[in-house]
């Protein structure tokens, strides 16, 4: 349990300062976090419905389709006729909205490379291996539903 609660910690401590850097340098750009997200998974894996988008970011229909309608606004997505569906909508990262991922993502891994440089080299070697896995297995939780539904044990209130 020791390990457990040690790694809750450096987590959360981790999560936190990420939070805090991707808000402070993504937004300086006049997008959020969750819509630079967005703009990724569409540079990643191209075009696809806001279904898809919704399922591979985690947020529910409605969210996404906020977070796809900013996009569209500032013309960074735009929605089209879906290559094998035309009367569905597929949404497609334009060049202005991939130039844009390419440049607050070009900023980020600077910033890795420095806490990288910062590391001995036999530590580096794995970190990357660890936490792909950790995220991978928390993801999977996610997906099954094993980490949502409810509350902690022991709480009265509803969540969500």
Do not use: W
Request: hydrophobic share 40%.
């Amino acid at each position: 349990m020791a390990d457990a609660e040690a790694l809750h910690n450096a987590l959360s401590e981790l999560l936190r300062v990420y939070q805090f850097r991707d808000r402070d340098k993504i937004c300086c750009y006049d997008i959020s976090v969750t819509q630079c997200y967005a703009l990724e998974a569409l540079v990643d894996r191209g075009a696809m419905r806001s279904q898809a988008l919704a399922e591979i970011m985690l947020l529910d229909k409605s969210t996404t389709t906020r977070v796809i309608d900013a996009l569209v606004r500032k013309g960074y997505v735009e929605r089209a006729a879906d290559a094998d569906d035309g009367r569905a909508l597929s949404l497609r990262i334009t060049r202005s909205g991939r130039g844009l991922y390419e440049k607050i993502n070009r900023e980020l891994i600077a910033e890795q490379a420095k806490m990288l440089a910062e590391l001995d080299p036999t530590v580096r070697a794995g970190v990357t291996d660890v936490i792909r896995r950790l995220a991978k297995a928390a993801q999977a939780r996610f997906v099954s539903g094993v980490s949502v539904g409810s509350c902690a044990p022991g709480c009265d209130t509803t969540c969500g």
